[in-house]
């Protein structure tokens, strides 16, 4: 399936900003069964200075500078992706014993060596007893991990409720487990910190998720929005994909943008600016369909 992604941020100051640097991370990754097909980046006021470069975990990721005084700030991005179904059915049942992979990660040995680094806690990911406690019911001794962690995303999904505006960046993954509620992002935190738990390797994944309008309803211009799911290591098989938003294995419809230990190394947007005082955000997301491939 190909898609056109439209990712728009504007940023009013209340006043001047003299000096901006910012760290973009709006490029879909070309992997596996994902390929970019084409991106164009718009910015306003036009970059000083703007660097295309990979970060540590290979995401694509732009470096840019506005040196001239400006009270907005304006970027949109628009891409072009495909993305491939599963051509096989991954059998969770099959899967090594999470104690197994544990043992594999503990030691360090061929592939887990790399995929080490996402076992520990991180800025937005602080493992605790809580969360350990919370999912212990997934993780029965000798249940196969893919099967635990299919169990845990539907846990989340059932037992959680989405709900927008009781969280932000910095919510703590113990606040979100005593609220049950959150966004994708608080949800994704907290599966990421129980796996990490129980000596799992798990990343956090930002992207994008076509999102289906109501019977009888069209699209809304700017409805879509960023999602963000996770990842865990599973031995030979890799990396394999979970959404405890949707309680799902994500398929053809979720678009990856990029990966890290957790949100603060994929944010969309980051940096500093020099100035500005109170500011207003707003984002529009549109993920459509479409036939062919030509360029966005």
């Known amino acids: 399936m190909n898609y056109d992604v439209r990712h728009r941020t504007e940023i009013s100051y209340a006043e001047l900003v003299s000096e901006a640097h910012h760290v973009l991370h709006l490029i879909p990754r070309s992997f596996g069964r994902q390929q970019r097909i084409a991106y164009v980046l718009d910015i306003e006021p036009e970059p000083s200075e703007l660097a295309l470069k ?79 406690d919370f999912a212990h019911a997934s993780f029965a001794p000798g249940r196969p991990l893919l099967a635990a962690a299919m169990d845990l995303t539907r846990r989340i999904f059932d037992e959680f409720e989405y709900q927008g505006g ?48 109501p ?7 700017g409805a879509d929005a960023s999602h963000a799911w996770v990842s865990v290591w599973a031995g030979e098989q890799g990396w394999v994909d979970f959404d405890p938003t949707n309680g799902l294995m994500p398929e053809d419809e979720h678009i990856t943008v990029g ?38």
């Open 166 to 213: 009781v969280s932000d960046i910095s919510t703590p993954v113990g606040r979100v487990l005593e609220m049950r509620r959150g966004v994708c992002q608080d949800f994704a935190h907290l599966k990421i910190a129980c796996l990490r738990s129980f000596g799992l390797a798990a990343r956090y994944v930002s992207g994008y998720l076509l999102t289906h309008p």
């Open 259 to 296: 990966w890290g230990r957790d949100y603060t190394d994929v944010s969309p947007t980051n940096g500093f600016i020099v100035g500005g005082g109170a500011h207003e955000v707003s984002v529009g997301v549109d993920v459509s369909p479409v036939d062919g491939e030509s360029g966005a």
């Open 215 to 221: 019977p009888g309803h069209p699209r809304l211009v």
């Open 54 to 132: 990979e970060d540590y975990f290979g995401n694509v990721t732009h470096h840019l500078a506005i040196h001239e005084p400006h009270g907005r700030l304006l970027i949109e991005s628009r891409s072009r992706v495909n993305v491939e179904g599963r051509a096989w059915i991954i059998d969770l049942e099959a899967s090594p014993a999470w104690e197994t992979i544990a043992g594999l990660l503990a030691r360090g040995e061929g592939d887990a060596l790399d995929a080490q680094q996402f076992v520990f806690a991180s800025p937005q990911v602080v493992i605790g007893r809580a969360v350990r």
